[in-house]
């Protein structure tokens, strides 16, 4: 089973440095534009004669991607929406130096327990971990190759579950937009097979 995870190209929240959860950012100029340059990546990595389920997250910063990755592989996209990026609650759409500035104290907390504090009117990354735990389950059962377009945690979230790490690892990965992941898994056992970290 492959399994290919890719993150969406540079956002508006992005370019913001804002934490950008369940907002939904449209792409930069320069977001749209690396497009071309996933799919260029993308088409070295595929086998043209092999079939792929396509999966997204439902917010516009991965449909626009996986909308030109349907018409590459020939197949409609799965919306899902346990693929959104962590909601970020009262976090959305401020910066680390807004919320220093402005919940000092929500921040101390969270940076106590970055694994398991519920980030005000959203959620933790454990409660994020878990909704994606779940997509994994069900990608699993279905034994098939596929192709999940979503967000830099959520990729690392993925990567975590198919290697089988601890939640404790998420820190160690880095996912730049447009990157793509590939992952081989096979039997219960999960290995990294490639990293492409767009340029």
Not at 19 to 29: H, K, S, V
Not at 135 to 158: A, P, T
Not at 178 to 191: A, P, S
Request: net charge negative; charged share 25%; with cysteine.
């Amino acid at each position: 089973m492959r399994i290919f995870l890719i993150r969406h190209t540079e956002s508006i929240g992005n370019r913001q440095k804002v934490y950008a959860g369940m907002t939904d950012f449209d792409l930069t100029e320069k977001g749209l534009s690396q497009i071309g340059g996933v799919i260029t990546q993308f088409t070295k990595m595929i086998e043209p004669t092999s079939y792929y389920t396509l999966y997204s997250s439902p917010l516009r910063r991965c449909t626009l991607l996986s909308d030109a990755i349907e018409e590459l592989i020939g197949e409609s996209k799965i919306v899902d929406h346990r693929l959104q990026e962590t909601n970020f609650g009262l976090f959305e759409g401020k910066s680390y130096t807004d919320l220093l500035n402005e919940v000092p104290e929500v921040v101390e907390k969270w940076n106590k327990d970055l694994i398991h504090f519920q980030i005000p009117n959203g959620e933790s990354l454990k409660q994020c971990a878990e909704r994606v735990n779940t997509f994994c389950h069900d990608i699993r059962s279905k034994n098939e190759d596929v192709i999940v377009v979503s967000h830099g945690g959520i990729m690392k979230l993925l990567l975590l579950n198919f290697l089988n790490l601890d939640l404790s690892h998420f820190w160690k990965f880095y996912t730049s937009n447009g990157c793509i992941i590939e992952i081989e898994y096979n039997d219960g056992f999960g290995f990294l097979k490639n990293i492409i970290q767009l340029n």
